[in-house]
């Protein structure tokens, strides 16, 4: 199986900043669309932001403008920068590998443990 280790998650204030890494293995890691999901307590795990192999980018509507989802295929991780960090966007977050070149919706077939990210008001 593909292996995607996620790190970067933490504690921090409203309004701050955070970077999240998920290193993946393989060596095909560029063929493939990349995304992020996350999950809050008691909550459905809903989809963050996804970028192609070609490097085109998706994200949900809230997350437009403040999360911005990078790849290096070179060091096969891709990247969450999240800005202006709100109180709701607590919760664990989670990468996943895509079955093809674009991100379609349902077809993850690898998924991370996740990391914790905390954002207190």
């Known amino acids: 199986q593909v292996q995607l280790v996620e790190s970067g998650g933490g504690v921090v204030q409203a309004g701050g900043s955070l970077r999240l890494s998920c290193a993946a293995s393989?060596?095909?890691?560029?063929?493939?669309?990349m995304g992020w999901f996350r999950q809050a307590p008691g909550k459905e795990r809903e989809f963050v932001a996804a970028?192609?192999?070609?490097?085109?980018?998706y994200y949900a509507e809230s997350m437009k403008g403040r999360f911005t989802i990078s790849r290096d295929n070179a060091k096969n991780t891709v990247y969450l920068q999240m800005n202006s960090l709100k109180p709701e966007d607590t919760a664990i977050y989670y990468c996943?590998?895509?079955?093809?070149?674009?991100?379609?919706?349902?077809?993850?077939?690898?998924w991370g443990q996740g990391t914790q990210v905390t954002v207190s008001s």
């Open positions: 996943a590998q895509y079955r093809g070149a674009t991100p379609n919706k349902g077809e993850n077939d690898y």
């Open positions: 970028i192609s192999w070609a490097s085109s980018t």
């Open positions: 393989g060596r095909t890691f560029s063929s493939y669309a």
